[in-house]
């Protein structure tokens, strides 16, 4: 079964340091999300991405925060400067049109910022 | 703004009982309501959807339930089994394709 796999699992840094979390989307899919849960709270949107560029972002998605896709596999997140606030589990999801709305998530990045 | 949120964080069910998990909404204009289940170390999984034009729908052992007239969703499951331990989150998809997630229901299934 075609699954978001997610890398690194964990990861730990210090603040003020950036990070790069990475997401290969289901391979057919053409719309990528990227979403946040601060641990024991509920999963908050970041971000959607499609043909190349952001639809649509929340608040939290500050000039931090970057999207790339870089190749035709690999959506990444990053985040320049972090900051204690953005330890979290991060998840990646992608659906395969617009409008549908079982969208697949990955397992997570859990970022620990020391 | 927020505008999803479930009723209880926490739900104790026997094994082999009906669990009933509920949301209530604020966003008239969401199109889609889902459920999705989220076990311990994992990302969140789809269970089921309803349209905002339907009240019902039913998958395998669950069932949606969406009261418009009082903006409350529910999820009916039937015959609680013990992998059926999980956060369960209710969450809206409005026109700009996004997924607005409420708090979360945990659900502890006792044998």
């Known amino acids: 079964e075609p699954e978001v796999t997610q890398t690194p699992s964990h990861q730990v840094t210090q603040m003020g340091q950036e990070v790069i979390l990475r997401c290969v989307p289901i391979s057919n899919h053409l719309y990528f999300y990227w979403y946040r849960q601060i641990l024991g709270q509920k999963v908050e949107f970041l971000v959607s991405f499609y043909n190349n560029e952001i639809s649509e972002k929340s608040e939290i998605f500050d000039d931090q925060f970057s999207v790339e896709r870089p190749d035709g596999s690999n959506f990444t997140l990053k985040i320049r400067s972090t900051k204690l606030e953005d330890s979290a589990m991060y998840f990646c999801?992608?659906?395969?049109?617009?409008?549908?709305?079982?969208?697949?998530f990955g397992q997570g990045t859990r970022l620990t910022v020391v | 703004g927020e505008s999803v949120g479930l009723h209880l964080p926490t739900l104790s069910v026997q094994e082999g009982d009906n669990s009933i998990i509920n949301c209530a909404y604020s966003?008239?204009?969401?199109?889609?309501f889902i459920w999705y289940k989220q076990e311990s170390g994992k990302g969140p999984q789809f269970i089921i959807d309803i349209r905002s034009n339907m009240d019902k729908r039913q998958g395998q052992r669950v069932t949606v339930l969406l009261n418009k007239t009082v903006k409350h969703l529910s999820l009916q499951i039937a015959a609680t089994q013990p992998g059926d331990s999980a956060v369960y989150f209710c969450a809206e998809f409005s026109n700009d394709y996004k997924l607005s997630f409420g708090a979360g229901t945990t659900v502890t299934v006792r044998a």
């Open positions: 999801a992608s659906t395969l049109v617009t409008g549908a709305t079982e969208a697949f």
């Open positions: 966003n008239s204009a969401s199109d889609y």
